[in-house]
């Protein structure tokens, strides 16, 4: 089944809330290399002004993927994750991520074009806080490669 066009332009509303904790901070950014001790030391992001530890910057992809799954999830829209390639990321952050920060986030679905069979898919993740105040917009393209034969 290859990618429903008809989706672009389609807004998904934000789902459940998601709350950024230390431990989730910590883990990626020990996944991800980032040493800095205001990702996991309260006190040195304090004394950065930060009010706990910050997030490393590639983090909200986390939260944008949760909000991504909307999309990719639903059967009707043709996006076989098995055959998609990650084309495509980027951020813009408003505010630096917080642990404690309760955040929401509307996923929209912004163009799919399609050439000899390859769908290019782009999405956008615009987080907030529970409060409505803008965190980060992450724009990722993905790529979904026809079906073989």
């Known amino acids: 089944?290859?990618?429903?066009?008809?989706?672009?332009?389609?807004?998904?509303?934000?789902?459940p809330v998601y709350e950024v904790g230390r431990e989730k901070l910590a883990e990626f950014a020990e996944a991800v290399g980032a040493d800095h001790p205001a990702y996991t030391d309260p006190a040195a992001a304090q004394a950065l002004g930060h009010p706990d530890v910050v997030a490393p910057p590639t983090f909200a992809v986390v939260i944008a993927?949760?909000?991504?799954?909307?999309?990719?999830?639903?059967?009707?829209?043709?996006?076989?994750?098995?055959?998609?390639?990650?084309?495509?990321?980027?951020f813009t952050h408003h505010r630096p991520i917080?642990?404690?920060?309760?955040?929401?986030?509307?996923?929209?679905?912004?163009?799919?074009?399609?050439?000899?069979?390859?769908?290019?898919?782009?999405?956008?993740?615009?987080?907030?806080a529970e409060d409505g105040e803008a965190v980060a917009t992450v724009v990722s393209t993905l790529a979904v490669r026809p079906e073989e034969g």
Not at 1 to 15: F, T
């Open 65 to 90: 993927q949760r909000a991504e799954a909307q999309y990719v999830r639903d059967p009707a829209a043709g996006v076989d994750f098995s055959r998609v390639v990650h084309a495509d990321e980027r």
């Open 98 to 128: 917080h642990a404690g920060d309760r955040l929401v986030t509307t996923l929209h679905v912004d163009s799919i074009t399609e050439r000899a069979g390859l769908a290019m898919v782009t999405t956008r993740a615009e987080i907030a």
């Open 1 to 15: 089944m290859p990618v429903d066009a008809s989706y672009a332009g389609r807004v998904y509303p934000a789902g």
